[in-house]
C-alpha cells in the first residue's frame, strides 16, 4: 500500500529551521497520523510524502509558501487594551480577534499602556522547514475519519 488520497498515514518526522535547531520531532513521543489528501498537514510536506511505502525515509525542504506561509507585517497589530477580553492583555495569551477576512487568533506580544502588541502569524511563518521523516504505517480510513476529514486515535484528532 502506498500514500494516496483518503490513506491514514503515521510517520515519525524531526522538523528544524535553517539554522538547524530542532523545532519539534515525534521522537520519544507517538508517531504523527493524518488522512492523506485532507490538507490536515503543511502541503510541502504532504506532496513529498505522496506515492511513499512504509519504511520509507525522507528529508524534505518545504518553502514558507508551502508551509506556514509567508510572514506578514499587517498581522502585527497594536491594539488599544480595552479591546481586549477581560485579563488577556498579559504577554503570551492568545486572542481571538476580527479581522477583514474573519476571525483569526493572535498572540500578545507587548503591552504598554493603553495598547497591547499582538501577533496573528504562525510562530513558523516565513521560515523554511527541514522535515527528516520515516513513514511508519498506512491504512485506510474508518468511515467516520473520512466524514471527519481527520484521524481519530493514537496520534491523531482527540475530541
Ligand atoms: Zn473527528
Known amino acids: 500500500m502506498s500514500i494516496s488520497a483518503q490513506r491514514v498515514v503515521s510517520f515519525e518526522y524531526t522538523l528544524t529551521d535553517d539554522a538547524g535547531r ?31 511505502a512504509i519504511g520509507a525515509q525522507l528529508k524534505v525542504t518545504v518553502s514558507p509558501e508551502e508551509g506556514y506561509g509567508l510572514h506578514q507585517p499587517g ?29 483569526h487568533v493572535f498572540v500578545v506580544k507587548s503591552v504598554k499602556g493603553d495598547y497591547a502588541q499582538v501577533d496573528g502569524n504562525h510562530p513558523l511563518a516565513g521560515q523554511t522547514l527541514h522535515f527528516d521523516v520515516e513513514v511508519v504505517d498506512i491504512r485506510d480510513p474508518t468511515a467516520e475519519e473520512l466524514a471527519h476529514g481527520h484521524v481519530h486515535g493514537a496520534g491523531g484528532h482527540d475530541h
Open 75 to 103: 498581522l502585527i497589530r497594536n491594539v488599544p487594551v480595552r479591546k481586549l477580553p477581560s485579563g488577556k492583555a498579559r504577554v503570551g495569551t492568545r486572542v481571538q480577534l476580527q479581522t477583514s477576512s474573519g476571525p
Open 22 to 52: 530542532t523545532v519539534d520531532t515525534s521522537r520519544g513521543r507517538a508517531p504523527l497520523s493524518y488522512l492523506h489528501g485532507a490538507g490536515n498537514i503543511v502541503a510541502g510536506l504532504e506532496k513529498a510524502l505522496e506515492g511513499q
